[in-house]
C-alpha cells in the first residue's frame, strides 16, 4: 500500500506572463506573497504597496507573485503585454506576474484551488471575494494566512517580518 501524501506549494507550476511555465519549487526556502491582481480596480494603488514591500524584503528572502485575474468586475480585460507594460510603467512593478488566470469556480487555477482550501477565508469560505486577495506562504511552504482585498500590503509587513 502506498502512502499519498498532499500536494505542496512546490508542486504547483504556472505560466509566466511571457508565458513560459516555471515550477513553484524555484521559490522553495523564500516566504511568498501571493496575490489575484487587476489593473481596473479600486485596490489597483496596492501594486505600489506591494512593489514597497518587495524592494523592502527581497533580499531577505521575500517573493511577491502577481496573478492577474478577470474574474471580478472584468477589471482586467488585457492582454499579457498590456497588463506588464501597466503595472511596469504605472508602478513600476519589477516582482514576477503570471499569466492571467481564473481563482475561483470550475476553471480556477489548481494554485488558487490549493490556496483557498488550505487558507479559507471569512465563515470557511474557499471562495475568493474579490482582486487584490493575497496568501503568505513560510519558507517551508505552509500557507500561513490569507488577507481581504482590503488588507494593504504594508498592514502584511509585520507578518511578513516574523517569516523572514
Same mark, same amino acid.
Request: proline share 6%.
Given at each position: 500500500? #502506498? &502512502?499519498?501524501?498532499?500536494?505542496?506549494?512546490?508542486?504547483?507550476?504556472?505560466?509566466?506572463?511571457?508565458g513560459?511555465?516555471?515550477?513553484?519549487?524555484?521559490?522553495?526556502?523564500?516566504?511568498?506573497?501571493?496575490?489575484? #491582481?487587476?489593473?481596473?480596480? =479600486?485596490?489597483?494603488?496596492q501594486?505600489? =504597496?506591494?512593489?514597497?514591500v518587495?524592494?523592502?524584503?527581497?533580499?531577505? =528572502?521575500?517573493?511577491?507573485?502577481?496573478?492577474?485575474?478577470?474574474?471580478?468586475?472584468?477589471?482586467?480585460?488585457g492582454?499579457?503585454?498590456?497588463?506588464?507594460?501597466?503595472?511596469?510603467?504605472?508602478?513600476?512593478? &519589477?516582482?514576477?506576474?503570471?499569466?492571467?488566470?481564473?481563482?475561483?469556480?470550475?476553471?480556477?487555477?489548481?494554485?488558487?484551488?490549493?490556496? &483557498?482550501?488550505?487558507?479559507?477565508?471569512?465563515?470557511? &469560505?474557499? =471562495?475568493?471575494?474579490?482582486?487584490? #486577495?493575497?496568501?503568505?506562504?513560510?519558507?517551508?511552504?505552509?500557507?500561513?494566512?490569507?488577507?481581504?482585498?482590503? #488588507?494593504?500590503?504594508?498592514?502584511?509587513?509585520?507578518?511578513?517580518?516574523?517569516?523572514?
Open positions: 500500500m #502506498t &502512502t499519498q501524501t498532499s500536494p505542496s506549494i512546490y508542486d504547483f507550476s504556472v505560466n509566466t506572463i511571457e513560459q511555465s516555471v515550477s513553484l519549487s524555484t521559490y522553495q526556502d523564500k516566504v511568498l506573497l501571493i496575490v489575484n #491582481t487587476a489593473s481596473q480596480c =479600486g485596490f489597483t494603488p501594486y505600489q =504597496g506591494l512593489q514597497s518587495y524592494n523592502k524584503y527581497k533580499d531577505q =528572502g521575500l517573493e511577491v507573485l502577481g496573478f492577474p485575474c478577470n474574474q471580478f468586475g472584468q477589471q482586467e480585460p492582454s499579457a503585454n498590456d497588463i506588464q507594460s501597466f503595472c511596469e510603467m504605472r508602478f513600476g512593478v &519589477t516582482f514576477p506576474l503570471f499569466e492571467k488566470i481564473d481563482v475561483n469556480g470550475a476553471n480556477a487555477h489548481p494554485l488558487f484551488k490549493y490556496l &483557498t482550501k488550505a487558507a479559507p477565508g471569512i465563515f470557511g &469560505t474557499e =471562495g475568493i471575494k474579490w482582486n487584490f #486577495t493575497k496568501f503568505l506562504v513560510d519558507r517551508s511552504g505552509k500557507v500561513v494566512k490569507r488577507y481581504p482585498s482590503t #488588507t494593504k500590503p504594508e498592514d502584511i509587513e509585520r507578518d511578513i517580518q516574523a517569516l523572514l
